[in-house]
């Protein structure tokens, strides 16, 4: 099956035939204990469920699956002057810009909030967190767009709750 970049909609859960020989890479942790810390890594594509992830300015948890409300744990990140993001996983892109994982909307959000475009750390750079187009439609597109003009993979996410951390 060959996925149309321009049908792609809060329902579309697609899974690429190259899905399972992708190499998730390494984004920096930042939190501290259990699950958050040890558990599927942020780029994972091997789980059906739509999962999601926290960030802060520091860094991301591995990928949470199973959480049904998003701002109601004790969440294993080290607190500063900084917000915690919970991000939605919606799409991963592998480096050169196929798109290996798309997961349905799953977790209810103001419509307003911000779609995230993640690429992981490398010899020379940060990991980047930045911007994307809303919708999940743009939001691959630019992933996708992304991925083939650094050659690295990247994460598409949703942003569905946001609070001050300190």
């Not at 792609?8 to 690429?16: E, F, H, L, N």
């Not at 798309?102 to 490398?122: E, G, M």
């Not at 630019?142 to 300190?166: F, I």
Request: proline fraction near 7%; aromatic fraction near 10%; glycine fraction near 8%.
């Amino acid at each position: 099956m060959t996925l149309d970049l321009g049908q792609i909609t809060d329902s579309t859960a697609w899974t690429s035939p190259d899905a399972t020989s992708f190499t998730p890479p390494y984004l920096s942790t930042y939190a501290y204990d259990g699950p958050f810390a040890d558990g599927l890594p942020a780029f994972d594509v091997t789980h059906d469920e739509t999962s999601l992830i926290y960030a802060t300015n520091w860094g991301f948890t591995c990928t949470m699956r199973g959480v049904e409300e998003p701002w109601g744990h004790d969440i294993a990140v080290p607190m500063g002057h900084t917000q915690l993001y919970t991000l939605e996983k919606r799409a991963v892109v592998a480096a050169g810009g196929a798109v290996m994982r798309i997961w349905p909307a799953a977790h209810p959000s103001d419509r307003n909030q911000a779609w995230r475009l993640i690429v992981p750390q490398t010899a020379e750079q940060r990991f980047r967190n930045q911007e994307a187009a809303p919708g999940i439609e743009a939001g691959v597109n630019d992933a996708v767009s992304l991925a083939a003009r650094l050659g690295s993979p990247v994460l598409l996410a949703r942003q569905v709750y946001e609070r001050y951390w300190h």
